[in-house]
T-cell receptor, first 112, second 112 residues
Framework: SAVISQKPSRDICQRGTSLTIQCQVD?????MFWYRQQPGQSLTLIAT?????????ESGFVIDKFPISRPNLTFSTLTVSNMSPEDSSIYLC?????????FGPGTRLLVL | SQQGEEDPQALSIQEGENATMNCSYK?????LQWYRQNSGRGLVHLIL?????REKHSGRLRVTLDTSKKSSSLLITASRAADTASYFC????????????FGTGTRLKVLA
């Protein structure tokens, strides 16, 4: 299994600002994933963070809005840029181990 | 949308009763997994069932998979108040990626 931590656990931000979320895995992994969970909804994949190459974004998500870094095999960051109230969500990172994905505890973001 | 559907959306039962949740998906899969999420926190992996398996047990959990109907069910027996959570199914396409498609989720409330 993989143990994943995220920082911050929650934040309240003003519209127009940016927030960077950090994700740390306790073992080296090739891929890491970032998900968004809007209030009362399911999880939607934002992008796949690949070490040594650009992140791969899903339809509806763009790099300018959600830039991702992956400097090594255990760490990734997701930035939510130029935030609006519609960005209020839980953001989760995950990493695979065997056939399973393990998730971090999430970052609860509220944009005012 | 590729998202799977789960039903019921919400379920309220008494402690000691069994809870059954259903998941339907749209594409061919390699495996299907069930996760639990407590109160907007991270996801906890519960059980994985492969496409060539029909039933799997883990403690009080029983999962079935019917690939001909593209559906799965999760049964929690002898429920406890601590089982109160949202439950999501997640599928991985047979293309072999780790990109999960999550169902819409079932919110389970177990009354003491």
């Amino acid at each position: 299994s993989a143990v994943i931590s995220q920082k911050p656990s929650r934040d309240i931000c003003q519209r127009g600002t940016s927030l960077t979320i950090q994700c740390q895995v306790d073992s080296q992994v090739t891929m890491m994933f970032w998900y968004r969970q809007q209030p009362g909804q399911s999880l939607t994949l934002i992008a796949t963070a690949n070490q040594g190459s650009e992140a791969t974004y899903e339809s509806g998500f763009v790099i300018d809005k959600f830039p991702i870094s992956r400097p090594n095999l255990t760490f990734s960051t997701l930035t939510v840029s130029n935030m609006s109230p519609e960005d209020s969500s839980i953001y989760l990172c995950s990493a695979p181990s065997g056939e399973t994905q393990y998730f971090g505890p999430g970052t609860r973001l509220l944009v005012l | 949308s590729q998202q799977g559907e789960e039903d019921p959306q919400a379920l309220s039962i008494q402690e000691g009763e069994n809870a059954t949740m259903n998941c339907s998906y749209k594409t061919s899969i390699n495996n299907l997994q069930w996760y639990r999420q407590n109160s907007g926190r991270g996801l906890v992996h519960l059980i994985l069932i492969r496409s060539n398996e029909r039933e799997k047990h883990s403690g009080r959990l029983r999962v079935t998979l019917d690939t001909s109907k593209k559906s799965s069910s999760l049964l929690i027996t002898a429920s406890r108040a601590a089982d109160t959570a949202s439950y999501f199914c997640a599928t991985v396409a047979t293309s072999g990626t780790y990109k999960y498609i999550f169902g819409t989720g079932t919110r389970l409330k177990v009354l003491a």
